[in-house]
């Protein structure tokens, strides 16, 4: 029903496009960027203006769809091509009245100049287009349907244009509406249950929000866009859908939160080489990034730690000289004899008074006066006591 494809959602890149993304009209048409377009090219050019101006409605029918095929071919590969081959298609389709065709046409010319940069002739192209695909849903004639063009056919068409000119108003900054014209996209997509369309649709929203800094955005379009892959099943979407976490999560600056999901990401681009492989090298930056980020962080967290440590450090020593300081400040109050001292540090020791007596040529009994003397200038109201107060005064 529909086919995608897209491009880096950097702002600065051409943005991941709904339009060059080109959602074919329900009828369909060959798509012959698989095939050879040599050959193609050979056998419309056998067709002069004068064969086609005796041509029949049904051999016009094909010539414009080759036309259109070859519009589509080299849309990619050669851009002037691509405008030339959609101007031919358009000569025919205007002058039958073919409005899905002048749509199709009239868009393929557009991109041509939105490639180039020339934003102005872009939005006339795609401004036709969207006449054309009024005239759609107003009835006009189809080469392929007496009846008309079908609701879904409209759809795709008016879809894929919303989704262009969103783009186009993205790059030039018109953020407002850009987003008014992917809403439109999107409310189609909803409308006939088109996830892989819806999940595109809002992983580029958010790779805008996320250009414009506004995260709290890009997480909201980012969990659509996860949501609507999910939905459809697609893998590629699922993890395009991480990567877009990735590097919103890089950008909060929680690499632990955006390294799975990069890490997921590469994994899956790392077995399926031809699916995006621009998107892996843009994850693969992400990755990059984030573990410098996260060393960074850690580094920081380190330094931390440290500066911590060394304040720690130095508040214990500063306790402790203070202590110091006290200690000594309280011993110096404390007026001893040389004599005073001796006696205390032998009694700190666990001797008796007959054991000092004898040590320091003293009689027990002016030993027991030495004792009483130092509870009484120390505050202490027993032996136990005079230690522990020496003790903590620095005196023994």
């Known amino acids: 029903m529909v086919e995608f494809s897209y491009f880096c959602g950097m702002k600065k890149c051409l943005l991941l496009c709904l339009a060059a993304l080109t959602m074919l009209p329900a009828a369909g048409y060959n798509d012959h960027r698989g095939h050879n377009l040599d050959s193609l090219e050979r056998a419309v050019a056998r067709w002069t203006p004068d064969a086609v101006d005796k041509a029949s409605t049904e051999e016009l029918a094909k010539l414009n769809r080759a036309y259109r095929d070859l519009m589509l071919g080299y849309n990619v590969l050669n851009g002037e091509k691509s405008d030339f081959y959609a101007r031919k298609a358009l000569a025919i389709s205007r002058a039958q009245g073919w409005a899905a065709a002048d749509a199709d046409a009239y868009r393929y010319i557009g991109l041509h100049f939105y490639g180039s940069g020339q934003y102005d002739s872009a939005m006339v192209y795609f401004q036709a287009a969207l006449a054309a695909t009024d005239q759609m849903a107003a009835g006009a004639l189809s080469p392929t349907d007496p009846e008309g ?5 409209i759809d795709d068409a008016y879809s894929s244009l919303y989704g262009t000119v969103g783009n186009l108003y993205n790059v030039m900054d018109s953020i407002p509406q850009a987003m008014a014209y992917y809403e439109k996209a999107g409310a189609l997509f909803e409308k006939h249950g088109w996830n892989e ?12 929000w996320m250009d414009e800094g506004d995260l709290k955005r890009a997480t909201l379009a980012y969990d659509k866009a996860l949501g609507y892959a999910e939905a459809s099943g697609d893998s590629l979407m699922i993890v395009d859908a991480w990567k877009g976490f990735g590097r919103l999560y890089m950008e909060q600056g929680k ?13 899956y681009y790392a077995v399926h080489p031809d699916d995006s492989p621009g998107f892996r090298t843009e994850n693969l930056d992400f990755m990059k990034e984030v573990l410098s980020r996260q060393k960074l962080l850690l580094g920081r967290l380190v330094g931390v730690l440290v500066g911590l440590a060394l304040v720690a450090l130095g508040w214990w020593a500063a306790k402790r000289i203070r202590h110091s300081k006290r200690v000594q400040a309280e011993a110096a109050s404390v007026a001893l004899t040389e004599r005073e001292l001796q006696v205390l540090q032998l009694i700190a020791n666990g001797k008796t008074n007959p054991q000092i007596a004898e040590l320091i040529c003293l009689s027990p009994e002016t030993v027991g006066w030495y004792r009483k003397k130092l509870r009484a200038k120390l505050g202490a109201a027993n032996t136990a006591e005079l230690v522990s107060i020496a003790k903590e005064k620095g005196l023994v």
Request: hydrophobic share 30%; no cysteine.
């Open 255 to 267: 690499p632990w939160k955006s390294l799975p999901y990069l890490r997921k990401a590469d994994a």
């Open 197 to 208: 369309s819806n999940s595109i649709l809002h992983y580029n929203i958010g790779e805008t």
């Open 149 to 153: 063009y079908t609701e879904q056919a």
